[in-house]
């Protein structure tokens, strides 16, 4: 257990008063999704049924194209879906307008995702104001609560840093704290770790878990990393438009020694799954080696950036090794 991940949970209990909406129970009933581009039509939901308690951080797993920004953008109000209901605390969105869709997205949800995703040209707080502002929060409670919120992630003493002079941690927290800015009951993170190297991963993902456990807050996160689905509570698997299995990472930990039945599968589940992580951090190192020998990409950088990957695929194996893949 990391110092600074309990030091960041502590510090989510002794600050009650910024978060005063609890989570809401988050239920996705036979969820359908096409997207038509023309005559071409993409199921990217096909009847998804599944839901979300209150002080819970669930994560979604899956391949790419299996659906998952597609269901975190239907709970988040960005896009609505062509069949099936999402209730967000007993408010089915289907029925709102689009004004109040819109509203739900600014008041409700809050979004964080893996190309971080701060203004630039606007300091740590500012950028934590921000929605703020769109909420019509008056400016003598913004910046305070802006301030405490980034205390709570960590950042203390970060607040007047534009993002450019912030670590890829950093600046993932910071997007937490924009993404609590108007208290809300629910976060949806999209591969919130997929930039950031393990170490930084673990503190992020147990940051937005805290949320959870600690602060009440309904918590969704999609990942490839079956080392940060296991730091959460519960594990639900995409394929395909589909919810293919579920899990706890309880379960994940006795399949070292697999068992009969489903929980052998699970663990069938999760080795292909990491093993399909690591061949496609290969091929990224492969595609990069290319593309530094045209010099399309700095030799230096590009030498940085496979040290992570290789750093990242040793630690996979280790993982493989460890569950017996
Ligand atoms: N705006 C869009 N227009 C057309 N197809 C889309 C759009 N967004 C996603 N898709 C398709 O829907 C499927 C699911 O995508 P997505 O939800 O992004 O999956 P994941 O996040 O699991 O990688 C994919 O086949 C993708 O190509
Ligand atoms: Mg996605």
Redesign the pocket.
Known sequence: MGSASQGVARGLESLGGLFERRGVRVEVRDLVKI?R?GKLE?Q?LRGVSVSFEAGTITSIM??????????LNMIGGVDRPTGGSVVFGGQRLEELGDEDLDRHRLLNVGFVFQAINLVPSLTARENVELPMILAGRPPGERGERALGLLRAVGLEGRADHYPEELSGGEQQRVAIAVALANDPPVIVA?EPTAELDYETAKGVVDLLAGLARRVGKTVIV?THDPRVAVRTDRIVR?ED?RVVGEYTPLELERQAAPAPGGAADAHHTLIELVRARIASLEREIEKLEEAARRGEVPLRQAARRIAELEAAIEALRDLLASIGG
Do not use: C, E, H, Q
């Open positions: 997207y581009r993409v990217a899956g391949p790419s194209g299996s659906g998952k920004t597609t269901l999209d999609t995409l438009g």
